[in-house]
């Protein structure tokens, strides 16, 4: 039995199953139906239905491959729209489970295709017609019975993300395979499941001040400073300080590279340094606290004496036994 079959008071039936909503420019809305393997478009202004694609009640003739079910993650897509294509082209993606039932295989199982995939589809509303623009399929013939997304990516490339199944794949525009990859591994990756994958670029500034160290080397000062989370950096600006809170004075910059950043102030022994944080715009994004010269190598610590060797017949007095 699969959930939402209605069979009893405690199993509600689940005949439609909303799983995504997505709002276009012009306020209306695209709704994924995944029990009645169809998407909508529905009428921001009085709610009325414009069109259906795929399920019982199609709008549209369906070319090859397009037909879906148990989907997730419809959207829309205006950006790919080819110069000349009129207001009755439309382009939407979603992710074609082709599958339904229970994770552990002890329930009632639907398959409509050998595997899952993400499309991409060109709807005419004049000719009512549906094409299948692009699929993407998973390279280990997988077949998720939920979850899942497909997200197109500024570059054209797109993201797939195999829900139940717990993987990933990134293709290029051209429906290469870039990257393949499950969320764990071994006995771990039978139970990890991801609702939706999506790939930003991620923007990291962290509420911590930098850290900073001031080392006294054999030929100079060498500073060292890193940003834990922080991705924004572009360049360290390093200061030395009269005094502790004294006036600044710039010895020079360096890019950052990498985690940690050092800076090399060579014949000279700088007893106060700061560091400020750059960013690609030249804006002072944090600034260290003021680091104090110390030495590179420290001094050892003294240790405890041991008293001298005593003979063996003489332990248990020097003991004290």
């Given at each position: ?6 069979y009893n008071?405690?199993d509600a039936?689940?005949y439609?199953h909303?799983?995504?909503?997505d709002?276009n ?9 995944r ?5 909508h478009?529905?009428?921001g ?6 069109w ?7 709008s549209?003739t369906l ?5 879906f079910?148990?989907?997730?993650h419809a959207?829309f ?6 110069d000349?294509?009129g207001e009755n082209i439309?382009y ?5 489970n082709s599958a ?6 002890r329930?009632?199982e639907?398959a409509?295709?050998p595997?899952?995939s993400?499309k991409?589809?060109?709807l ?8 299948l623009?692009?699929?993407?399929y998973?390279?280990?013939?997988l077949r ?6 497909t997200?197109v990516?500024p ?6 993300n195999?829900?139940s199944a717990?993987?990933l794949s ?14 764990d591994?071994g006995?771990l ?10 790939r ?7 509420n ?12 100079g000062?060498v500073?060292?400073v890193s940003?834990?989370g922080?991705?924004e ?7 030395a300080l009269?005094g ?10 360096k890019?950052r ?10 014949g000279?022994q700088?007893?106060?340094v700061?560091?400020?944080?750059v ?6 994004l944090?600034?260290t ?8 190598v420290l001094?050892?610590k ?6 001298p060797?005593v003979p063996?017949?003489q332990q248990q007095?020097?003991?004290?036994l």
């Open positions: 039995m699969m959930a939402g079959s209605g008071s405690s039936w689940d439609f909303i799983n995504s909503v709002k420019s012009d306020g209306d809305y695209i709704i994924s139906a029990d009645a393997c169809s998407v478009k529905i009428n202004t009085d709610g009325s239905v414009i259906r694609l795929d399920g019982k009640s199609s549209f070319g090859n491959n397009v037909t079910c148990f989907q997730h959207r897509h205006p950006e790919v729209k080819r000349g294509e439309e939407i993606s979603l992710y074609d339904h039932g229970t994770e552990d295989g329930g009632k639907v409509t295709a595997t899952s993400g991409m589809i060109k005419d509303t004049i000719a009512w017609t549906a094409e623009v692009q699929g993407f998973p390279p280990d013939n998720s019975k939920s979850q899942g997304s997200q990516l570059n054209g490339n797109v993201l797939v195999w829900g717990g993987a990134e293709y290029d525009a051209k429906g290469n395979v870039l990257f393949h990859t499950y969320m591994s006995y990756g039978l139970g990890v499941e991801n609702y939706r994958g999506f930003y670029n991620w923007t990291g500034l962290p911590e001040e930098p850290a900073i160290v001031s080392l006294q080397s054999e030929d000062t500073v060292y940003w834990n922080d991705t950096t572009r360049t360290w600006q390093f200061y009269a502790k809170h004294g006036r600044k004075h710039f010895l020079g910059e890019s590279k990498s985690f940690e950043t050092s800076f090399k102030v060579p000279k700088i007893h106060h700061l560091a400020e944080a960013d690609a715009r030249g804006k002072v944090r600034t606290g003021t680091a104090k010269l110390q030495p590179e001094p050892a003294k240790s405890r004496a041991f008293p060797m063996q017949n007095a020097w003991m004290g």
